[in-house]
């Protein structure tokens, strides 16, 4: 089995540049409307343009003018030294929403909301 989690972005090249920086790869799949990561537990992480949207599932689906006034995405990223994705993210643009702490489900986390309004989490096993 293998997992996919696709997000839709507003500016898909300054998302790809984004996430390029922030896993410090190149995609593995790198198309106009489409771009995949591959991430080190073997899933793969994808973002599309909004304009896919309409493509994909046809006129009547219709993107909300205010779609960034709410997250409606996180993103749960369990690594090895989260503090540094975290404070990558931040120099990447991302605005600090939560320092890294501890939380009582066993891991330290820190969250940022990134330029798509998508909220991203950084966590590790707490030791």
């Given at each position: 089995m293998k997992t996919y989690f696709i997000?839709?972005?507003?500016?898909?090249?300054?998302?790809?540049?984004?996430?390029?920086?922030?896993?410090?790869?190149?995609?593995?799949?790198?198309?106009?409307?489409?771009?995949?990561f591959k991430l080190p537990d073997?899933?793969?992480?994808?973002?599309?343009?909004?304009?896919s949207l309409e493509k994909l599932f046809g006129s009547d689906f219709k993107i909300e003018k205010?779609?960034?006034?709410?997250?409606?995405?996180?993103?749960?990223?369990?690594?090895?030294?989260?503090i540094s994705f975290h404070?990558?993210?931040?120099?990447?643009?991302?605005?600090?929403?939560?320092?890294?702490?501890?939380m009582d489900w066993g891991h330290k986390v820190a969250y940022s909301l990134n330029h798509d309004g998508h909220i991203l989490a950084f966590a590790e096993i707490i030791k």
């Open positions: 997000i839709y972005v507003e500016d898909f090249y300054k998302s790809k540049i984004f996430y390029e920086l922030l896993f410090n790869t190149k995609p593995i799949i790198d198309e106009p409307g489409m771009a995949e073997n899933s793969t992480f994808g973002i599309m343009p909004n304009t205010n779609r960034k006034s709410l997250p409606q995405t996180e993103l749960y990223f369990l690594v090895d030294d989260a404070n990558k993210a931040i120099q990447l643009g991302s605005t600090e929403i939560s320092a890294f702490s501890e």
